[in-house]
């Protein structure tokens, strides 16, 4: 009754939800989420089970998916079950299979809250979960406001497991005879997380045994340090940014000189999208002084030094966006995208069949720093297939680009040649051939933040 209890008194205290609302809890078929399940329902909570198949693992999944469907019809409440083809999305996009599934998943959850009018979404993460999630954004240098855990609510999402670590749920499920599937993928250090799952936190714990609990209040004492962080820079905001019509103005001069420069001109543009790859580099060009007439892009934004001011306006159409990309560059924006950059030995590359917005290429060909900008009147290469030059005039005409799309084109170029045409067709001089050693992924990706 202990993990019932504090269940009941964690969701009441942080106001999660009320017995008014209809909870849609996402139930994987795990331990997390089939306990989760026993305490709303025990709880007289009003709520649904939402259930995807990714078809990743066979037998096993579908297996996962009887399990949650039984359970939800012996609690008597709706079951909802959707399959994806996951690999299929894979190929389409050129995402990650992690990032494919996180993706449909929640597309998923939001479209049932409006087709069956569910005021939340219940995620059975747990305190072991974020301290793993705290130690994969320290080694990510995600900066502070990563290493605050998991957020407790996100809008609709809401996650009444934090307070509980992983030895109580499972604990309650054995005494309850709540039955739970293990997925096998749970004991491969292949992924991220479990490296540290298997790894890293047991041989802690060896030493600390109470270290789930002081992380918790670790990461509480820094979610504090956090909001107290987001107040103050309101302050420094309406003191230091001056907005008109067209513009605004980072006047430097208004913020206080003992506070680190860096870290107040960090959080300043990040509220404009700007990344902090972007942003490192105009601080450095702003203390170097060689900044002026140089542009710094976000997806929607440019940002330019002028007499010792930070000026942000919206990215004009006839704008260039040119940015430069070194070995070091893992991300930029461009065109209203984002494009990430990877470096991979060829052994490594699984297919060289890949869709349009990914670009296999072969790196050892490559000069840097490479630009990426919009296209130009005049400007050829080699369309991947052929051995003759094109006009990018012409293979957009014969591709049937639009004219709106024609103007947000942009070509990514080594030295005076184009390497991809991006999101359609790299230059095939650069292609992976069987001599290839080193390969440069980059992927198109739309809708995403960073």
Wanted: glycine residues 6%; contains cysteine; charged residues 30%.
């Amino acid at each position: 009754m202990a993990l019932l209890e504090a269940f009941q008194r964690y969701v009441a205290e942080n106001d999660l939800a009320t017995h008014d609302d209809r909870i849609l809890l996402t139930v994987s078929g795990g331990v997390d989420s089939m306990v989760m399940l026993s305490l709303f329902t025990r709880s007289g909570y009003s709520v649904g089970v939402a259930h995807c198949n990714f078809q990743l693992r066979g037998a096993e999944a579908d297996e996962d998916d009887l399990l949650v469907e039984r359970e939800a019809t012996r609690y008597g409440i709706p079951y909802y079950g959707v399959r994806f083809d996951t690999m299929a999305e894979v190929a389409a996009t050129g995402e990650s299979v992690e990032m494919a599934a996180r993706r449909l998943r929640y597309e998923w959850f939001d479209k049932l809250c409006e087709e069956r009018r569910y005021d939340r979404v219940a995620i059975a993460h747990h305190a072991d979960d974020s301290v793993e999630t705290f130690f994969i954004n320290l080694i990510r240098g995600t900066g502070l406001r990563g290493l605050t855990g998991i957020g407790v609510v996100n809008g609709r999402l809401i996650r009444p497991l934090l307070f509980s670590q992983r030895k109580e749920i499972i604990d309650y499920a054995l005494t309850n005879k709540i039955p739970y599937r293990e997925d096998s993928t749970n004991a491969s250090t292949k992924y991220l997380r479990n490296k540290f799952r298997l790894g890293i936190v047991p041989r802690i714990k060896e030493i600390s045994p109470k270290f789930t609990d002081t992380m918790a209040a670790n990461v509480e004492r820094l979610t504090s340090a956090q909001n107290f962080i987001d107040r103050s820079m309101e302050v420094i905001r309406r003191q230091a940014l001056i907005r008109d019509e067209t513009r605004t103005v980072v006047d430097l001069s208004r913020i206080d000189p003992s506070l680190p420069a860096d870290f107040v001109i960090f959080e300043l543009l990040r509220g404009f999208g700007f990344n902090g790859e972007v942003i490192n580099s105009l601080y450095r060009a702003f203390c170097e002084g060689h900044g002026s007439g140089k542009r710094f892009f976000s997806k929607d934004s440019v940002a330019y030094i002028d007499r010792g001011r930070i000026l942000i306006t919206p990215i004009p159409d006839d704008e260039g966006c040119t940015t430069e990309v070194t070995p070091e560059t893992t991300h930029i924006y461009c065109g209203g995208a984002l494009l990430t950059f990877e470096r991979l030995e060829a052994d490594d590359v699984e297919s060289l069949r890949q869709p349009e917005n990914v670009a296999l290429l072969d790196a050892d060909k490559l000069t840097y720093p490479l630009t990426v900008r919009r296209w130009n009147e005049g400007d050829a290469f080699v369309p991947f297939g052929m051995d003759s030059r094109k006009k990018i005039s012409d293979f957009l005409i014969n591709n049937k680009v639009s004219l709106p799309d024609k103007r947000r084109q942009f070509v990514v170029t080594s030295e005076n040649d184009i390497v991809w045409v991006v999101g359609r067709r790299i230059d095939d001089r650069y292609k992976v051939a069987p001599a290839t050693e080193n390969v440069l992924r980059i992927v198109r990706e739309t809708d995403v933040e960073i």
